[in-house]
């Protein structure tokens, strides 16, 4: 219900953004990429040297992207296979980028095993989510349910590092980290068991039309 208000109250705000790159003849693509770019950038050259303020502010000013491309794909008529490919990549790179900073931080100037240990796990099994969903729908499957979507993951994670940068005391992000890992295993079983209850009613349509 967060993702779906949020997103429909950011891409008003972002229409008439996503307008004026259309007029200059930017194009949906190159949002994308420089958004990805810039996350990617945010991410590793600020979290590592213990800048996490900055590298959230950073982050936050080019994770919008995501809303933009989209917005602007619309607009224009060229919304298409390929940019929805090239957007749901990307992500995975931005991801990657915003936890793997974290992995960097704590295991470098913060020099904390277990932080460091959560921020991978929710590296590893955000990708894991992404994939449980992707690899269901190349069979022809549906796996969209789950309590850690993305924007979810990103949001939590990219305030409470915010608030940590500022001084607000480590344990409110391994609170968020350790919430992530729970809801990102929930969701994987989830979309496991989704996915295995439209197998098996798959075999069972097959074998009485034997």
Known sequence: ????????????????????????????????????????FGALAFFPRDELFWGVMVVTAFVFSDLIDGTMARMSGRSSVWGA??????????????????????????DNDVMMVLSLACLVLGF??????????????QANVGVAERSERLVLTLVATGFVGIGVSEYLLMGVLVLLVVGSVVTIFQRIMMVRRQALGRELTVGENA
Do not use: H, Q
């Open 1 to 40: 219900m967060f993702n779906r208000f949020a997103k429909a109250f950011f891409t008003r705000v972002f229409s008439p953004v996503a307008r004026l790159l259309l007029r200059w003849g930017v194009s949906p693509d190159a949002v994308t990429l420089v958004g990805t770019i810039g996350v990617c």
């Open 128 to 141: 894991l989510v992404s994939y449980s969903r992707a690899r269901a729908e190349g069979l022809g499957m």
């Open 85 to 110: 490919y090239l957007d749901s990549t990307l992500d995975r790179f931005g991801d990657a980028a915003v936890f793997g900073g974290l992995v960097l931080c704590f295991a470098g100037p913060r």
